[in-house]
């Protein structure tokens, strides 16, 4: 098919590249699930069918500050930050939150701010709408999530294990949250052509979404 010149990718979308060979590209921008293929990773990324289901479901705005915890490699802090004002992450590990900064350099995020702590000992930030729980033992981090909430904001728990989910909403108790469900994202990708009408492969258990909400 040929090669594309580099400096033909920075034309805009629907810019028409022919190349020798006969070989045709159109440029198209690339999506959130082609560059965060090309992250570097330091731990299991969670999957954007996941973090849309947050987005929709809290109903994220423009104007919303989010707290991350568990950066990994950042790609649910940069998921965020597409939707929301500003992002902070927290990770336990350093290495962790330098990693998540050169993959948003390489996206061009600026409202994302990632630092190095452990949200079971508290967080700096105060009167947040979404904290998204990302980490072992997500119902120790309660105490933390409420001081930063605002009254009606968010805590929504990304668990891989449903006891993990079973101990968050204990927890949580009935008095100081509101608990709106546990949910878990099935994916399925079907072949739709001339010649088959059927299912091609699937995305079953990623995590558990747990959704909360401070009462006051």
Request: glycine residues 10%; hydrophobic residues 45%; proline residues 4%.
């Amino acid at each position: 098919m040929g090669v594309v010149p580099k400096e033909a990718l920075k034309g805009p979308d629907g810019t028409v590249v022919d190349v020798e060979g006969g070989g045709r590209f159109v440029v198209l921008s690339p999506g959130f699930e082609d560059v965060k293929d090309v992250f570097e990773r330091s731990a299991q990324k969670v999957l954007a069918k996941d973090l849309g289901v947050v987005v929709a479901k809290t109903g994220m705005e423009k104007g919303w500050r989010v707290l991350d915890a568990g950066t990994g490699s950042g790609v649910a802090a940069l998921f965020f930050a597409r939707f929301a004002k500003s992002v902070v992450s927290y990770d336990v590990v350093a290495e962790r939150s330098r990693l998540a900064e050169k993959n948003a350099e390489m996206i061009g995020v600026t409202n994302v701010l990632f630092k190095t702590g452990d949200v079971f000992e508290g967080v700096e930030e105060r009167g947040v709408d979404l904290f998204f729980l990302d980490v072992p033992e997500p119902h120790r981090a309660l105490v933390s999530a409420r001081a930063a909430l605002r009254p009606g904001g968010f805590l929504v728990v990304y668990t891989p294990h449903i006891l993990q989910a079973l101990s968050v909403v204990r927890s949580a108790g009935s008095g100081e949250w509101l608990y709106e469900g546990t949910f878990e994202v099935i994916e399925r990708e079907w072949l739709v052509d001339e010649r088959r009408l059927r299912p091609h492969s699937g995305l079953l258990h990623t995590a558990f979404l747990t959704f909360l909400r401070k009462l006051f």
